[in-house]
């Protein structure tokens, strides 16, 4: 897939016919999956070349002054993500307070119509232009292009979206949230160190930084997989404060990879969130945890994670 930066002041009007879908796309979920399903369809129905357009960064960090907004994905898993459903060409449109200020009619003019869209796909509650006054209805009577709107895409007769997903996690609801993204939710950070409290009892743990700012699911243990140089490990994951033996005043990420043996300090590794296993608890000795430790250790070795993978959203 090749990858366009695109400013409101350097688009080159040389860009390929195309057949495009528009959005922020966080998560790159199963509804904004279907968005890219019906433009590589129509793409191939009218000759036209498969794009997707979508900003960076996100726009409320322009329009409310927001700072550190976590994000299910970031830029660069979001790109990857959109790779991977087959767009040939992604324009990445820098957003800033002067594309904002932009009414729908200046929107159109100024960005969709010279990036030479003949077909635009969105949702249904897609809005442009300044204060979103540009409505998805409103696309359709352009003469500039077709326009499809796709409806919702429902998970338990409600809609899918991303702050539906963040909510999931934050609550624990690991399972819940990979139905809705079609893959398991992760973390991609760096092996940083630790205490090495969780060595001295047989429960070696990788504490990670995460490379970005992600939403983060609530404090709980969870069954998942680490991948790790091109490897992956079933893993005892911990996201909490260790408030039995080794406090911390921050949430802190951990996990313990089943059957891995080295070193794990500096290296890249992603955390993928499978199911919730147990909430966080306070233990009384180290035995009273190593004791836990060794059952949910049982349970995440018994999970059929293949099992999970197929479950997704058709």
């Given at each position: 897939?090749?990858?366009?930066?695109?400013d409101?002041h350097?688009?080159k009007d040389?860009?390929p016919?195309?057949?495009?879908?528009?959005?922020?796309?966080?998560g790159?979920?199963?509804?904004?999956?279907?968005l890219m399903?019906?433009?590589?369809?129509?793409?191939?129905?009218?000759?036209?070349?498969?794009?997707?357009?979508?900003?960076?960064?996100?726009?409320?960090?322009v329009?409310?002054n927001?700072?550190?907004?976590?994000?299910?994905?970031?830029?660069?898993?979001?790109?990857?993500?959109?790779e991977?459903?087959?767009?040939?060409?992604?324009?990445?449109?820098?957003?800033?307070?002067?594309?904002?200020?932009?009414?729908?009619?200046?929107?159109?003019?100024?960005?969709?119509?010279?990036?030479?869209?003949?077909?635009?796909?969105?949702?249904?509650?897609y809005?442009y232009?300044?204060?979103?006054?540009?409505?998805?209805?409103?696309?359709?009577?352009?003469?500039?292009?077709?326009?499809e709107?796709?409806?919702?895409?429902l998970?338990?007769n409600e809609?899918i979206?991303?702050?539906r997903?963040e909510?999931?996690l934050?609550?624990g609801?690991?399972?819940?949230a990979?139905?809705?993204?079609?893959?398991?939710?992760?973390?991609?950070?760096?092996v940083?160190?630790?205490?090495?409290?969780g060595?001295?009892?047989g429960?070696?743990?990788?504490?990670?930084?995460?490379g970005?700012?992600?939403v983060?699911?609530?404090?709980?243990?969870y069954?998942?997989?680490?991948?790790?140089?091109?490897?992956?490990?079933?893993?005892?994951?911990?996201?909490?404060?260790?408030s039995?033996?080794n406090?911390?005043?921050?949430l802190?990420?951990?996990?313990?990879?089943?059957?891995?043996?080295?070193?794990?300090?500096?290296?890249?590794?992603?955390?993928?969130?499978?199911?919730?296993?147990?909430?966080?608890?306070?233990?009384?000795s180290?035995?009273?945890?190593?004791?836990?430790?060794?059952?949910?250790?049982?349970?995440?070795?018994?999970?059929?994670?293949?099992e999970?993978?197929?479950?997704?959203?058709?």
């Open positions: 897939m090749k990858t366009e930066y695109i409101l350097e688009i040389v860009y016919a195309a057949s495009a879908c528009i959005g922020y796309f966080d790159v979920h199963k509804g904004h999956q279907k399903e019906r433009t590589l369809i129509a793409a191939k129905a009218k000759k036209l070349t498969a794009a997707c357009i979508t900003f960076d960064p996100d726009p409320w960090v329009l409310k927001a700072k550190n907004i976590p994000h299910l994905t970031s830029v660069k898993e979001r790109i990857r993500l959109i991977n459903t087959g767009i040939e060409v992604l324009y990445l449109v820098r957003f800033t307070k002067e594309l904002a200020d932009l009414s729908p009619a200046e929107f159109i003019e100024k960005i969709l119509v010279p990036l030479n869209i003949r077909h635009l796909v969105c949702g249904f509650d809005s232009g300044k204060y979103g006054a540009g409505k998805a209805e409103d696309l359709k009577k352009e003469r500039a292009f077709d326009t709107v796709v409806g919702a895409v998970y338990e809609k979206s991303s702050t997903i909510e999931c934050r609550k609801e690991a399972d819940k990979r139905v809705m993204l079609g893959y398991p939710y992760s973390i991609t950070g760096t940083v160190k630790g205490r090495s409290k060595k001295t009892i429960f070696p743990t990788a504490n990670i930084k995460p970005d700012i992600y983060m699911p609530k404090p709980a243990v069954a998942g997989i680490c991948e790790v140089a091109g490897k992956e490990y079933r893993a005892m994951i911990n996201i909490g404060h260790n039995s033996f406090r911390y005043e921050d802190s990420l951990e996990a313990h990879l089943i059957g891995f043996e080295g070193n794990l300090y500096r290296k890249k590794i992603t955390v993928r969130f499978y199911r919730f296993v147990r909430d966080e608890i306070e233990f009384s180290l035995e009273e945890l190593k004791a836990q430790l060794t059952y949910d250790r049982g349970v995440i070795s018994s999970y059929s994670f293949e999970d993978a197929g479950n997704v959203l058709e």
